[in-house]
Protein backbone atom coordinates (compact mmCIF):
# COMPACT_ATOMS: atom_id res chain seq x y z
CA UNK A 1 0.00 0.00 0.00
CA UNK A 2 2.93 2.41 0.57
CA UNK A 3 4.49 1.65 -2.49
CA UNK A 4 1.21 2.48 -4.14
CA UNK A 5 0.76 5.96 -2.30
CA UNK A 6 4.06 6.37 -3.02
CA UNK A 7 3.88 6.09 -6.48
CA UNK A 8 0.47 8.18 -7.29
CA UNK A 9 2.23 10.55 -5.24
CA UNK A 10 5.20 10.76 -7.87
CA UNK A 11 2.50 10.68 -10.77
CA UNK A 12 0.76 13.19 -9.68
CA UNK A 13 3.98 15.60 -8.83
CA UNK A 14 5.43 14.58 -12.15
CA UNK A 15 1.77 15.52 -14.03
CA UNK A 16 2.44 18.98 -12.47
CA UNK A 17 5.86 19.29 -13.31
CA UNK A 18 4.94 18.38 -16.78
CA UNK A 19 1.58 21.15 -16.74
CA UNK A 20 4.04 23.99 -14.96
CA UNK A 21 6.70 23.66 -17.66
CA UNK A 22 4.33 23.31 -20.80
CA UNK A 23 2.49 26.49 -19.16
CA UNK A 24 5.46 28.22 -18.71
CA UNK A 25 6.66 27.34 -22.26
CA UNK A 26 3.51 29.01 -23.32
CA UNK A 27 3.81 32.40 -21.27
CA UNK A 28 7.02 32.72 -22.17
CA UNK A 29 6.76 32.36 -26.21
CA UNK A 30 4.19 34.90 -26.03
CA UNK A 31 5.35 37.45 -24.28
CA UNK A 32 7.46 40.49 -26.68
CA UNK A 33 10.92 40.92 -27.09
CA UNK A 34 12.06 44.08 -24.55
CA UNK A 35 13.44 46.63 -26.55
CA UNK A 36 16.69 47.21 -26.96
CA UNK A 37 17.53 50.12 -24.07
CA UNK A 38 21.13 50.85 -25.56
CA UNK A 39 21.03 54.58 -27.19
CA UNK A 40 23.14 54.90 -30.22
CA UNK A 41 24.21 58.55 -29.41
CA UNK A 42 25.48 59.92 -32.93
CA UNK A 43 24.47 62.84 -34.95
CA UNK A 44 22.62 60.83 -37.52
CA UNK A 45 20.68 59.18 -35.47
CA UNK A 46 20.52 62.67 -33.64
CA UNK A 47 19.78 64.69 -36.82
CA UNK A 48 17.08 62.07 -37.87
CA UNK A 49 15.12 62.89 -34.91
CA UNK A 50 15.44 66.68 -35.53
CA UNK A 51 14.05 66.00 -39.52
CA UNK A 52 11.21 65.91 -37.94
CA UNK A 53 11.00 69.63 -37.17
CA UNK A 54 13.01 70.37 -40.40
CA UNK A 55 15.70 69.60 -42.33
CA UNK A 56 19.05 69.08 -40.05
CA UNK A 57 21.85 70.90 -42.47
CA UNK A 58 24.31 71.11 -39.62
CA UNK A 59 24.92 70.14 -35.77
CA UNK A 60 27.23 72.55 -33.62
CA UNK A 61 27.01 70.12 -30.52
CA UNK A 62 25.38 67.62 -29.18
CA UNK A 63 26.04 65.08 -26.13
CA UNK A 64 23.91 62.27 -24.27
CA UNK A 65 23.76 61.14 -21.18
CA UNK A 66 21.62 58.30 -19.45
CA UNK A 67 19.36 58.15 -22.25
CA UNK A 68 18.71 61.75 -22.64
CA UNK A 69 20.40 64.19 -25.13
CA UNK A 70 21.02 68.11 -26.11
CA UNK A 71 21.71 69.11 -29.60
CA UNK A 72 22.03 72.30 -31.08
CA UNK A 73 21.52 72.29 -34.47
CA UNK A 74 20.52 74.58 -37.52
CA UNK A 75 17.69 73.40 -39.56
CA UNK A 76 15.77 74.16 -42.93
CA UNK A 77 12.28 75.44 -42.68
CA UNK A 78 9.99 77.02 -45.10
CA UNK A 79 9.78 80.79 -44.46
CA UNK A 80 11.54 82.91 -47.20
CA UNK A 81 9.14 84.99 -49.32
CA UNK A 82 9.93 83.47 -52.68
CA UNK A 83 8.87 79.73 -51.58
CA UNK A 84 12.29 78.39 -50.38
CA UNK A 85 13.38 77.76 -47.22
CA UNK A 86 15.65 79.42 -44.55
CA UNK A 87 18.10 78.02 -41.94
CA UNK A 88 17.35 78.59 -38.44
CA UNK A 89 19.25 77.81 -35.34
CA UNK A 90 17.77 75.27 -32.77
CA UNK A 91 18.50 73.46 -29.57
CA UNK A 92 16.53 70.55 -28.57
CA UNK A 93 16.17 68.27 -25.32
CA UNK A 94 15.71 64.47 -26.53
CA UNK A 95 15.00 60.99 -25.12
CA UNK A 96 15.85 57.71 -26.27
CA UNK A 97 12.45 55.90 -26.87
CA UNK A 98 13.86 51.83 -26.91
CA UNK A 99 10.67 51.02 -27.77
CA UNK A 100 10.56 53.30 -30.92
CA UNK A 101 14.26 52.43 -31.01
CA UNK A 102 15.35 56.08 -31.91
CA UNK A 103 15.57 59.68 -30.14
CA UNK A 104 12.07 62.06 -29.01
CA UNK A 105 12.20 65.55 -29.00
CA UNK A 106 10.81 66.52 -25.61
CA UNK A 107 9.26 69.64 -24.62
CA UNK A 108 12.08 71.80 -22.89
CA UNK A 109 9.21 74.39 -21.19
CA UNK A 110 8.46 70.89 -19.30
CA UNK A 111 11.18 68.85 -18.55
CA UNK A 112 14.01 72.42 -17.94
CA UNK A 113 13.57 72.29 -14.56
CA UNK A 114 16.53 71.14 -11.90
CA UNK A 115 16.48 67.47 -11.55
CA UNK A 116 14.55 66.03 -14.35
CA UNK A 117 17.19 65.44 -16.53
CA UNK A 118 21.15 64.51 -16.16
CA UNK A 119 22.74 67.85 -15.16
CA UNK A 120 25.24 68.12 -18.50
CA UNK A 121 22.24 67.73 -20.56
CA UNK A 122 20.39 70.03 -18.11
CA UNK A 123 22.90 72.93 -18.79
CA UNK A 124 23.75 72.19 -22.60
CA UNK A 125 20.07 71.57 -23.54
CA UNK A 126 17.83 73.98 -21.16
CA UNK A 127 19.75 77.64 -21.41
CA UNK A 128 19.96 78.76 -24.76
CA UNK A 129 17.75 79.70 -27.98
Avoid: H
Wanted: charged share 10%; glycine share 8%.
Amino acid sequence: MCFTVSMGIRRIALVGILCCATWGAVLVKDVAPLPSSRASCNSLNISQSIDAVGYATSIQDMGCVDGFAWVWATIQVPGSSNGGTQGISVTEVMQFDPWLNLWVALNRAQVCTANQLPRAVYEKGCFSN
